[in-house]
């Protein structure tokens, strides 16, 4: 890995004009195609993620980095943040081939220090086994707040016993 050839990159949302019902209209720059691979061997989290998908994510996202090797997508972080009180990091991936550079590290404090992040009160992130690589970085440990709701709107996410008991009951 040459150094000099490892750049991050910070994708801009939409300008104005360029935003219909909430999504960005203008191309991404991050090549979607690139990321899926990203994702697919970096990440069990995140594999089969379809490109739609990934699409409405990082138009919904702020900031989005990325950190290529020339044409080569190698990293990937996005953020969601109300701008003072609250931040959640999303999608932390460096590709295997560069792990143990400092790439990883390098990429959570750029998204840390973006404008849209610097000032905001707490910043949360979900973490399966990384969790030393991200207390080095500051993160604490976080047992007493964090809940989930699985949206289950998608028939084919329903289990079937409820399905069979929808149907019985005329739903």
């Given at each position: 890995?040459?150094?000099?050839?490892?750049?991050?990159?910070?994708?801009?949302?939409?300008?104005?004009?360029?935003?219909?019902d909430?999504?960005?209209?203008?191309?991404?720059?991050?090549?979607?195609?690139?990321?899926?691979?990203?994702?697919n061997?970096s990440?069990?989290?995140?594999?089969?993620r379809?490109?739609?998908?990934?699409?409405?994510?990082?138009a919904n996202?702020?900031?989005?980095?990325?950190?290529?090797?020339?044409?080569?997508?190698?990293?990937?972080?996005?953020a969601?943040?109300?701008?003072?009180?609250?931040?959640?990091?999303?999608?932390?991936?460096?590709?295997?081939?560069?792990?143990?550079?400092?790439?990883?590290?390098?990429?959570?404090?750029?998204?840390?220090?973006?404008?849209?992040?610097?000032r905001?009160?707490?910043?949360?992130?979900?973490?399966?086994?990384?969790?030393?690589?991200?207390?080095?970085?500051?993160?604490?440990?976080?047992?007493?707040?964090?809940?989930?709701?699985?949206?289950?709107?998608?028939?084919?996410?329903?289990?079937?016993?409820?399905?069979?008991?929808?149907?019985?009951?005329?739903?």
């Open positions: 890995m040459n150094e000099s050839q490892i750049q991050f990159s910070e994708h801009l949302g939409c300008a104005k004009g360029d935003a219909y909430g999504l960005c209209l203008r191309k991404s720059e991050i090549d979607l195609y690139q990321l899926q691979e990203l994702l061997v990440a069990f989290w995140a594999k089969d379809n490109i739609e998908d990934l699409g409405i994510a990082i996202s702020e900031p989005v980095i990325s950190v290529s090797d020339r044409d080569r997508l190698i990293g990937f972080a996005r969601t943040s109300d701008g003072i009180y609250r931040a959640t990091i999303w999608d932390v991936v460096i590709h295997p081939e560069y792990q143990s550079s400092g790439l990883g590290s390098k990429l959570v404090e750029t998204v840390l220090s973006h404008p849209r992040m610097k905001v009160e707490r910043v949360y992130l979900m973490t399966t086994h990384q969790q030393g690589f991200y207390e080095k970085i500051g993160f604490q440990p976080n047992t007493n707040t964090t809940m989930v709701l699985h949206n289950l709107t998608d028939p084919a996410f329903v289990p079937a016993t409820e399905v069979q008991l929808q149907e019985s009951l005329g739903g």
